[in-house]
């Protein structure tokens, strides 16, 4: 249920950073600036080359009012 997603042992309480090869499952805490940056940035780069080569799925999300607006500043 949703609620699980704010109160969950399970849930991630800070971005991740992919910190070795993809697939090792190595990863490190990073903070929400700079994740936003990060994300701002590729995204970006994406739609100033051809922005139909973005897309985004959010899956079954719980909160599709943040994950809309969040998908519409791109």
């Known amino acids: 249920s949703g609620i699980m997603q704010h109160y969950s042992p399970a849930r991630l309480k ?3 950073l992919r910190s070795g090869p993809r697939g090792s499952g190595e990863f ?28 985004f799925f959010t899956g079954r999300d719980q909160s599709q009012s943040l994950t809309g607006w969040w998908a519409s500043q791109f």
């Open 14 to 16: 800070k971005p991740l």
């Open 28 to 55: 490190r805490e990073i903070e929400w600036e700079e994740a936003f940056s990060i994300a701002t940035e590729r995204l970006s780069a994406i739609h100033r080359t051809d922005p139909r080569k973005l897309a």
